[in-house]
């Protein structure tokens, strides 16, 4: 530990891994799971000095010599800062400041402070306009992640930026030539992550314009299982992406609503998902399918998924109140007026019709029991002569 911060739960943490837990998507605290912000954390000065007191004795001389501090970190950020917009800096100082802000949190927060960050951000984008080589927008991602910003100090940046459509092109290009398996997946991890944050602030023109190919690359992270937050950063991304209807098109085409379905088969028993990573990426898988069945192709493509109507059953009155609302949505979707009478059957096969008749009995929010009637009070003559489905249930809550 090298900067401790102390939880309003009293728990103490290094600065730096608490803050990496944060940016990967959690909002609690992994000791007591209350929930926790970046602005929660107050600077532990009584255990700062401890360890300052106790550091010189009990390590050893040589790696004390050739540790990055504050001073080599202020060196290697002048020579990134320094540099005119024009000319970029060599390739060689923005792998030296990612080795420095990787070895040192001194050397990582005086490089933050200087900022750093929006200087590299720059560079990335210059970087992928003039279309260097890939190992020059990868050393910059590199170089974004050794920062280890969370997405609360990222986003003030992004919002007085004037150029974040330039960023959003960057990035895509990044996903799309690094979308074969195993190709740079640091670096895919980081994109999708800068994404998450950049969608997350952008405003409608920047979100009507997103390409076709950053959909299929995005879906990619996804398919590829890059890395467990890289896989909820994209998942998010694609929902800031959804509220526009053409984006829900593209993301359908892309595979999207396949790979969300495909996600939840390999995810483990609903008994085991009460890991907040787990419970989170099926809260959000839910959430995209949701958005996509909002369009008939979305729907299309849930209903011709083999296991489309059944994952989503399965994951119902399982999870969390946000994933029941997304499944009822989808199931509701699915199982609509226009809904063909292969899918009828297949719901009541699955167990979606008795899941239904659980959640009027369920402490659920009234939206979503009033979404549950609706469906089972249009299909009640198809599914009351179904032998999966109990008609004693059907009569009681219809």
Same mark, same amino acid.
């Given at each position: 530990?090298?900067?401790?911060?102390? &939880?309003?739960?009293?728990? !103490?943490?290094?600065?730096?891994?608490?803050?990496?837990?944060?940016? %990967?998507?959690?909002?609690?605290?992994?000791?007591?799971?209350?929930?926790? &912000?970046?602005?929660?954390?107050?600077?532990?000065?009584?255990?700062?000095?401890?360890?300052? +007191?106790?550091?010189?004795? +009990?390590?050893?001389?040589?790696?004390?010599?050739?540790?990055?501090?504050?001073?080599?970190?202020?060196?290697?950020?002048?020579? #990134? #800062?320094?540099? $005119?917009? $024009?000319?970029?800096?060599?390739?060689? /100082?923005?792998?030296?400041?990612?080795?420095? @802000? $990787?070895r040192s949190d001194v050397a990582r927060r005086s490089m933050v402070d200087a900022g750093v960050l929006r200087r590299v951000l720059h560079l990335a984008v210059s970087c992928a306009k003039t279309k260097s080589s890939l190992q020059n927008v990868e050393s910059c991602l590199d170089l974004v992640r050794a920062l280890a910003v969370s997405g609360d100090e990222l986003r003030p940046l992004l919002v007085a930026d004037h150029h974040v459509h330039e960023l959003v092109d960057a990035l895509t290009d990044v996903l799309v030539a690094l979308v074969e398996?195993?190709?740079?997946?640091?670096?895919? &991890?980081?994109?999708?992550?800068? =994404?998450? +944050?950049? !969608?997350? *602030?952008?405003?409608?023109?920047?979100?009507?314009?997103?390409?076709?190919? #950053?959909?299929?690359? *995005?879906?990619? /992270?996804?398919?590829?299982?890059?890395?467990?937050?890289?896989?909820?950063?994209?998942?998010?991304?694609?929902?800031? %992406?959804?509220? *526009?209807?053409?984006?829900?098109?593209? @993301?359908?085409?892309?595979?999207? @609503?396949?790979?969300?379905?495909? =996600?939840? =088969?390999?995810?483990?028993?609903?008994?085991?998902?009460?890991?907040?990573?787990?419970?989170?990426?099926?809260? #959000?898988?839910?959430?995209?399918? &949701?958005?996509?069945?909002?369009?008939?192709?979305?729907? %299309?493509a849930v209903a011709a998924h083999p296991a489309g109507v059944a994952v989503v059953a399965r994951r119902l009155l399982r999870v969390s109140a946000a994933t029941d609302a997304c499944a009822v949505r989808v199931l509701a979707a699915v199982g609509g007026r226009a809904a063909s009478p292969e899918v009828l059957r297949e719901m009541a096969r699955v167990g979606a019709v008795g899941k239904f008749c659980c959640v009027l009995q369920a402490d659920c929010d009234a939206a979503v029991k009033e979404a549950a009637t609706a469906v089972l009070r249009l299909h009640s003559g198809v599914w009351s002569g179904s032998p999966c489905v109990s008609a004693y249930l059907l009569s009681r809550y219809l």
């Open positions: 530990m090298q900067d401790p911060v102390t &939880a309003p739960t009293g728990i !103490t943490y290094d600065r730096r891994a608490i803050e990496r837990w944060l940016a %990967a998507g959690h909002a609690t605290c992994p000791v007591t799971g209350q929930p926790l &912000a970046l602005a929660d954390l107050t600077p532990n000065h009584t255990l700062h000095r401890l360890i300052q +007191s106790w550091r010189p004795r +009990s390590t050893p001389v040589s790696v004390v010599e050739h540790r990055p501090d504050g001073v080599a970190a202020d060196v290697v950020a002048k020579k #990134l #800062l320094c540099a $005119s917009s $024009s000319s970029s800096p060599p390739i060689d /100082v923005i792998r030296e400041a990612a080795d420095a @802000a $990787s398996p195993g190709a740079g997946d640091p670096a895919r &991890a980081t994109a999708v992550k800068l =994404l998450d +944050s950049v !969608t997350e *602030v952008a405003g409608a023109p920047i979100m009507e314009r997103l390409r076709p190919e #950053l959909f299929a690359a *995005v879906t990619a /992270v996804v398919r590829d299982r890059v890395s467990p937050s890289a896989t909820r950063s994209a998942l998010r991304v694609l929902l800031h %992406a959804c509220p *526009v209807g053409r984006n829900r098109a593209l @993301a359908v085409e892309a595979g999207a @609503a396949h790979e969300a379905i495909e =996600l939840e =088969l390999d995810a483990p028993p609903s008994s085991s998902t009460t890991a907040s990573g787990g419970r989170r990426e099926t809260e #959000l898988g839910m959430a995209v399918l &949701a958005e996509l069945c909002a369009c008939a192709d979305g729907r %299309a």
